[in-house]
């Protein structure tokens, strides 16, 4: 905003006034000057869509030359790359196309129409030839753009309580799950198979419901994918808004993993854009849960409880749970989002979508287990292609025993051993170019159910010892 809507400057202590066009210090009495605006004219003449679509500076570059054989040739500059999904016989990769890595987060060089190579004559004047291609020095805006985000089919694009299964966020039921096309759900779970470009250990897919048909191979692939990478839990959506308990049961048993969990009911919070109240599926929540979790306890601690697993940012859940109702959705193997008194939305309950009763069908022990397995493995990787020796073995050990050691402090686990010698390195294995380690857990558990006896005994009773 310029200078047209000041009036004038003041003195903080004694109110004296100042011209506005004239550049000043202090005031007489060496205190700071307040700037003072004409607040009405500023309120008539400016209104709230002017601020809203007022230019934004986003980057600058300077100084960028088209000449190639120059330092800050534009394309090197600012980059000309872009990456595309490539397919190579059913398994996606990213492919990147281009000369100069793109450095700009907004924009890359399409392509230089006329190159300026050897701009300067000898005698240092500006060839004819390229002048003409000087940019013009002018400015624009987005402000007045306009266009549809999603084909005429999906629009407008349905969110929040409203996704159905022919239209979630704008994809339609078909987009969901097409492999021809590289902007879609498939497309983008197939990608993150690829552990070494992609490193993560939570994943949540809101808006892709169970219960929607066209959202289930997506879901599937999701918790496959959990499953197979071995260092990630797969969050999972079962129904739509307005549910009844019955089909979320439902919707947990179709699904048999250590890698998956899911939670309900929905939960309402605030629109960040609109500022709005709206509902959205539990997914949304759940991963400020597990980082509050981490920041305030350990990875293998549950998130849960009344602890660690409050819902701070969320207004209340689409049911108050009953006790009842939480007994049925645990045992169905599906968290319940809790509501008390004074106290507020909380989740209680962590278990995992495994159906076998195991350690495994709790999330703290499949999160030590990722925890542990990727701390672990990165020691390992840099063993590869070392000396099949003694003091190999011995390395990997020094660094392991004390890992695990503080993970058990921190309450992780009650007990460990680890076994990388000649009982498992025997030479066969040694000529395989083979090196074997094994590690036995004993994961601690957590107390879901305490049980408390009281007992009224008469007066002179003694209390057992």
């Known amino acids: 905003m310029d200078n047209y809507y000041v009036t004038h400057l003041e003195c903080s202590m004694t109110g004296k006034k100042y011209e506005a066009n004239k550049i000043h210090g202090l005031s007489e009495v060496g205190r700071p000057l307040l700037v003072?605006?004409?607040l009405e004219k500023l309120k008539n003449e400016?209104?709230?869509d002017d601020i809203t679509n007022s230019k934004t500076i986003l980057e600058t570059w300077a100084g960028?030359?088209?000449d190639p054989n120059s330092s800050?040739?534009?394309e090197k500059v600012i980059g000309n790359s872009k990456q595309t999904v490539a397919n190579d016989n059913g398994e996606y990769y990213i492919k990147n196309d281009g000369t100069y890595n793109t450095l700009s987060r907004y924009v890359r060089v399409k392509s230089v129409a006329t190159k300026t190579l050897n701009y300067f004559d000898n005698a240092g004047n500006a060839k004819d030839q390229f002048t003409g291609s000087i940019p013009i020095a002018s400015e624009g805006t987005f402000g007045g753009?306009?266009?549809?985000p999603f084909t005429a089919a999906n629009s407008p694009a349905l969110f929040y309580d409203s996704i159905?299964?022919?239209n979630t966020q704008g994809f339609d039921g078909d987009a969901l799950d097409d492999t021809t096309s590289t902007g879609t759900y498939a497309v983008a779970l197939n990608l993150l198979a690829n552990r070494d470009l992609f490193n993560y250990n939570l994943i949540t897919t809101p808006g892709l419901i169970k219960a929607n048909a066209k959202a289930t191979g997506e879901l599937t692939t999701?918790?496959?994918t959990a499953q197979s990478r071995g260092d990630n839990l797969a969050i999972v959506d079962l129904v739509n808004y307005d549910s009844d308990i019955l089909p979320v049961a439902a919707g947990a048993a179709a699904i048999d993993s250590s890698y998956a969990a899911t939670y309900w009911p929905w939960l309402q919070t605030i629109d960040p854009d609109k500022g709005g109240q709206v509902w959205v599926p539990a997914s949304t929540m759940i991963p400020g849960v597990y980082a509050f979790n981490d920041r305030s306890g350990e990875a293998w601690f549950a998130p849960a409880g009344l602890s660690r697993g409050g819902l701070s940012t969320v207004l209340r859940a689409e049911r108050n749970l009953t006790n009842g109702n939480r007994n049925t959705l645990y045992g169905a193997n599906v968290n319940p989002i809790a509501t008390f008194p004074n106290v507020g939305v909380v989740v209680f309950g962590q278990k995992t979508l495994q159906k076998k009763a195991s350690a495994l069908d709790r999330i703290n022990v499949r999160r030590l287990l990722i925890e542990l397995k990727s701390y672990i493995s990165q020691i390992a990787d840099n063993l590869v292609f070392e000396q099949n020796t003694i003091a190999t073995r011995n390395n990997f050990l020094s660094q392991v025993n004390p890992y695990l050691e503080s993970v058990q402090q921190r309450q992780g686990l009650y007990a460990f051993k680890v076994v990388m010698d000649d009982s498992n390195n025997t030479p066969d294995v040694i000529d395989r170019n083979e090196l074997i380690g094994q590690i036995y857990l004993q994961p601690t558990k957590t107390a879901e159910f305490i049980y408390l006896d009281f007992n009224v005994l008469p007066?002179?009773?003694?209390?057992?010892s």
């Not at 753009?145 to 549809?148: L, M, R, S, Y």
């Not at 007066?459 to 057992?464: K, L, Q, R, V, Y």
Request: hydrophobic share 40%; glycine share 8%; no cysteine.
């Open 164 to 166: 159905s299964n022919i």
């Open 46 to 48: 400016v209104s709230r």
């Open 145 to 148: 753009a306009t266009g549809v």
């Open 64 to 66: 960028l030359s088209l």
């Open 72 to 74: 800050n040739y534009i």
């Open 36 to 38: 003072r605006y004409d």
């Open 459 to 464: 007066t002179g009773a003694t209390f057992p």
């Open 222 to 224: 999701m918790v496959n």
